[in-house]
């Protein structure tokens, strides 16, 4: 017989004992896991609302600078409506130019208005929507808006140079050139007397005065 004692009596609690560390080592395993797994949903959920809320952010600061842009285009427009309506005005009235002119400019000012009303977007929309609708009255028109616009340009650079050629029409008058006038006679002689003059007409001897030739 042999004097070790076998183990074979402990072998059954051993193996118990491994089964349980084991298990507390899975339970402990899936705690970690579902902790990490909530918290990497609480920071991918915290990330989305700040994303969502900087997307909102920037949207309104877009909105508003393009409701800026919009207005200002609107008052752009407006007063170049103004402007033609004030050259039409002066003209001839019963000039076809005129009536063209007025009516370009009342169609600025509706443009004007439905800028301020929908905004460059709407009034984007609205003109890719017509140039699909009516492809040839689209362009057309643009190409007539183009001519009338140089037209009224280049009047209005043509009157400006003539203007500026033929300078202010009122004013000081100019001087008029003064007439040459003949230079004034010296109140005295200024070459000196000739032998005649001196004596009275007759030539001077030549060896001097009442004295003969020697």
């Given at each position: 017989m042999s004097e070790f004692p076998t183990d074979a009596g402990e072998r059954p609690g051993q193996s118990g004992e491994f089964q349980k560390t084991a298990q507390h080592a899975r339970s402990a395993a899936g705690e970690v896991a579902g902790t990490a797994k909530e918290q990497?949903?609480?920071?991918?959920?915290?990330?989305?609302?700040?994303?969502?809320?900087?997307?909102?952010?920037?949207?309104?600061?877009?909105?508003?600078?393009?409701?800026?842009?919009?207005?200002?285009?609107?008052?752009?427009?407006?007063?170049?409506?103004d402007d033609l309506s004030s050259m039409s005005e002066g003209g001839k009235p019963d000039s076809p130019v005129s009536g063209v002119v007025q009516q370009v400019a009342d169609g600025g000012r509706r443009v004007a208005d439905y800028l301020e009303q929908h905004g460059l977007a709407g009034a984007v929309d609205e003109v890719q929507s017509f140039a699909r609708r009516r492809p040839g009255a689209f362009l057309a028109g643009a190409a007539a808006m183009g001519f009338l616009i140089g037209r009224i340009a280049k009047a209005s650079g043509g009157s400006a140079s003539t203007t500026a050629s033929t300078g202010p029409t009122t004013g000081a008058s100019p001087i008029p050139a003064q007439p040459l006038q003949s230079p004034v006679e010296p109140p005295f002689r200024t070459q000196p007397l000739t032998p005649e003059e001196e004596f009275g007409g007759a030539a001077a001897p030549p060896g001097g005065m009442g004295g003969e030739v020697r």
């Open positions: 990497t949903q609480a920071v991918a959920g915290e990330a989305k609302e700040q994303a969502r809320q900087m997307v909102g952010r920037l949207r309104g600061q877009a909105g508003e600078q393009v409701h800026h842009q919009s207005r200002r285009a609107a008052q752009g427009i407006r007063q170049w409506a």
